[in-house]
């Protein structure tokens, strides 16, 4: 079955409804608001982070510089 152009367009047209260009609301406050709220907690991978880099640092101080050099 060989499908012409349009009826190819019309049925993109109809899986993919044009998308809404316009927002409903301001999105800035509502994330002032979740900046404020905050967990403040740290979950195990963040801390697996902050503990591997002192560690990677006493076991290859030849890293240091290079480490230095990206900050």
């Given at each position: 079955m060989k499908?012409?152009?349009e009826e190819i367009r019309d049925?993109?047209?109809q899986a993919m409804p044009?998308?809404?260009s316009?927002?409903?609301a301001d999105l800035w406050p509502r994330m002032l608001r979740r900046l404020d709220e905050g967990s403040g907690r740290m979950v195990w991978f963040d801390r697996i982070l902050l503990l591997a880099?002192?560690?990677a640092m006493a076991l290859f101080p030849a890293v240091i510089p290079q480490l230095l050099y990206q900050l």
């Open positions: 499908l012409n152009d049925m993109l047209r044009p998308a809404d316009e927002l409903n880099v002192p560690v």
